[in-house]
């Protein structure tokens, strides 16, 4: 069974020696040998989808663990997507992995272990999307009575979407927009939630027509046929469509979580197209009938009011004789009209002219004002002479002001001097009255301050405004003080 050269005889002991890699292999054809088919029951645990491709996991129960792996050729033909804790039966083969020193299973197919198990699991998804509000009642949108364009999501080579054309096209035909998708395997789900999204995502007035109305569809098949359309992902994008979508999945039996979320459910792709568009000709007919029931209408409405308008004429006059007073009223207006617009313009006539006869001719009113000019320019040099007199009397003046304010004893204090008076604010020229005053007063030129004799008590300071001296007579040049 082994090579001999692998083998070595150890002095002393029977036992053959193998190299660590010859001792791996040896057991890698030993363990594939003995389990080369087999079906294993357990739990899905830690799956991971590397970036190869590639699906790693582990299948438990109560007593052991074992390693898996799903080459990327065989995950795309699972028909299910492995999630943690799913109860699971994998069939495939046994092998070891000499580099960890480990053996696992190469699954080769997986199915659930049980429709119960698949139930249970459906129904915790359906009760967590639906405590997230993807299912209420007022997510749902009203349908288009009548969509311009449809956009279906299902397989192109199907009977699915021959039977939703040929519905359409018997009720009302539509323009359709086909977006094909795998409605089965491991693509499905996010195949059809990006049809979803691709559908909203198009621009009203675009190149590609957007649609009014989506219609997802597939037909019947088992429970794990339909797996696709109980993805979450298909759930979140149906409840996140602005376009109103109906859901066809299987058939009137058939219940997946996408029907939760849509708008409304039809029980087959074809009832899908009758719920999508009305029936032309019922269309036609109801409108027909209402055509009708209208004509009806506006006669009978037409002949009650010409019966009340022939009843309203017989409790009336004559018409022809009420026109022919108003027409002979008119006539007889006219005529006092005529008369009124003639007096009218005679009595204006005869005021234009005792108006004119009051109005000076304007030769008159010439001649006046050129008399008045001439009297005024012969008093004009008379004017300028009283002028010339007045400039010379403001320049004389001018020459007095600026001589009495050189007399001023304002200038005197700038110069440094200082007008000295008593309590009064009378002037002290000596020193013999300056030492009887209870207190002086020295005004400057820039201020003023309060002084007391020497042996004297001076009284309280009483702040005051010093008393400008009456400006000198124009006799004589008066005292500095």
């Known amino acids: 069974m082994y090579h001999a050269r692998t083998m070595t005889q150890n002095p002393g002991s029977n036992l053959p020696e193998f190299t660590v890699g010859d001792l791996a292999r040896a057991l890698k054809r030993s363990v594939e040998d003995a389990f080369g088919h087999v079906r294993v029951r357990g739990e899905i645990s830690q799956p991971k989808r590397h970036s190869s491709g590639h699906l790693y996991l582990r299948l438990k129960d109560d007593s052991a663990v074992i390693e898996a792996v799903c080459w990327r050729p065989t995950v795309a033909k699972l028909g299910l997507v492995p999630e943690e804790g799913m109860e699971v039966i994998c069939t495939g083969r046994l092998t070891?992995?000499?580099?960890?020193?480990?053996?696992?299973?190469?699954?080769?197919?997986?199915?659930?272990?049980?429709?119960?198990?698949?139930?249970?699991?459906?129904?915790?998804?359906?009760?967590?999307?639906?405590?997230?509000?993807?299912?209420?009642?007022?997510?749902?949108?009203?349908?288009?009575?009548?969509?311009?364009?449809?956009?279906?999501?299902t397989s192109p080579t199907g009977a699915v979407i021959r039977d939703i054309l040929h519905r359409l096209a018997d009720r009302f035909p539509r323009h359709v927009l086909l977006w094909p998708v795998a409605v089965q395997g491991e693509q499905a789900a996010a195949q059809v939630?990006?049809?979803?999204?691709?559908?909203?995502?198009?621009?009203?007035?675009?190149?590609?027509?957007?649609?009014?109305?989506?219609?997802?569809?597939?037909?019947?098949?088992?429970?794990e046929d339909l797996m696709a359309f109980n993805e979450e992902v298909v759930v979140r994008a149906a409840a996140a469509s602005v376009i109103p979508l109906i859901s066809a999945v299987g058939h009137e039996t058939d219940t997946t979580l996408i029907d939760y979320a849509s708008d409304l459910r039809a029980p087959t792709p074809t009832a899908a197209a009758e719920l999508a568009v009305p029936v032309r000709a019922e269309l036609l007919a109801q409108l027909l009938d209402l055509e009708r029931r209208s004509l009806r209408g506006l006669t009978r409405g037409l002949t009650e009011r010409r019966t009340r308008l022939e009843g309203l004429a017989r409790g009336l006059g004559d018409p022809r004789a009420l026109i022919n007073e108003r027409a002979q009223r008119l006539d007889d207006r006219g005529e006092r009209?005529?008369?009124?617009?003639?007096?009218?313009?005679?009595?204006?006539?005869?005021?234009?002219?005792?108006?004119?006869?009051?109005?000076?001719?304007?030769?008159?009113?010439?001649?006046?004002?050129?008399?008045?000019?001439?009297?005024?320019?012969?008093?004009?040099?008379?004017?300028?002479?009283?002028?010339?007199?007045?400039?010379?009397?403001?320049?004389?003046?001018?020459?007095?002001?600026?001589?009495?304010?050189?007399?001023?004893?304002?200038?005197?204090?700038?110069?440094?001097?200082?007008?000295?008076?008593?309590?009064?604010?009378?002037?002290?020229?000596?020193?013999?009255?300056?030492?009887?005053?209870?207190?002086?007063?020295?005004?400057?030129?820039?201020?003023?301050?309060?002084?007391?004799?020497?042996?004297?008590?001076?009284?309280?300071?009483?702040?005051?405004?010093?008393?400008?001296?009456?400006?000198?007579?124009s006799g004589g040049q008066g005292s500095l003080f």
């Open 193 to 223: 939630a990006a049809a979803i999204a691709g559908f909203n995502s198009l621009a009203p007035g675009g190149p590609v027509p957007r649609p009014d109305l989506i219609i997802v569809a597939r037909g019947g098949g088992s429970l």
């Open 337 to 473: 009209l005529s008369r009124a617009i003639a007096t009218l313009t005679e009595r204006g006539r005869t005021r234009l002219e005792r108006l004119a006869a009051a109005i000076r001719h304007p030769r008159e009113k010439l001649a006046e004002a050129r008399a008045r000019l001439a009297t005024e320019a012969r008093a004009l040099p008379a004017a300028l002479r009283s002028a010339a007199r007045l400039e010379e009397r403001r320049v004389r003046l001018e020459g007095l002001g600026q001589l009495l304010e050189s007399y001023s004893y304002k200038g005197v204090l700038a110069r440094g001097f200082a007008l000295i008076s008593d309590p009064q604010h009378r002037p002290l020229t000596t020193a013999a009255e300056a030492a009887k005053a209870p207190a002086l007063t020295l005004t400057f030129h820039d201020g003023t301050v309060t002084a007391h004799p020497s042996g004297t008590t001076p009284p309280p300071t009483v702040p005051h405004k010093p008393k400008r001296p009456a400006p000198a007579s």
């Open 96 to 153: 070891t992995y000499p580099t960890r020193s480990q053996y696992q299973l190469i699954i080769e197919s997986m199915e659930l272990a049980g429709e119960g198990a698949l139930l249970k699991m459906l129904e915790e998804r359906k009760r967590r999307l639906a405590a997230e509000g993807l299912f209420a009642p007022e997510r749902k949108k009203k349908l288009p009575f009548l969509p311009r364009v449809i956009g279906v999501i």
